[in-house]
């Protein structure tokens, strides 16, 4: 038996009246509750099916929502990953430059050092030979 078939079954029984039986209004008021609680019981039934069905939409919403949260994260994580090593790679390169810049400055320095030491360091030897010449001429000039 169906369930809608159970209460309209309980709404249209006649049961037979025998001596000594039943009170026939009594029946009739128990069947009246029964059927409406089991309409009762079939609305919430219908209605928790409802909320159920609710539920699992919001459920399906809110996961989808959040699947989509999670890809636009890993996105981003990502994102900042290739940020980040491009800045290092950047980094690098300019502290690259950087050093080679710095080196080519400080052999250039040496070397100008260098030649201006040696030109004062030459300038000197030639001032010492003079000096000596002097002294020998000096020296001649005084014994004679």
Known sequence: MENDDLVEFLETIELNVKMRGYDQIEVDEIFDRVCDEVKAL?????????R?????????????RITEKEKEVERLLEEAKEESKRI?????????????????????????????????LAE?????????ENISIFEHQFVA
């Open 42 to 50: 079939r609305e919430n039934l219908k209605n928790s099916e409802e």
């Open 88 to 120: 290092r790679d950047d980094s690098l390169l300019k502290a690259e430059n950087l050093r080679s810049l710095t080196e080519a400055e400080l052999k250039s320095f040496v070397s100008e050092e260098r030649s201006r030491i040696t030109a004062e």
């Open 52 to 64: 159920g069905r609710v539920a699992e939409d919001h459920l399906d919403s809110e996961t989808r």
């Open 124 to 132: 000197i030897v030639n001032k010492q030979r003079a000096i000596e």
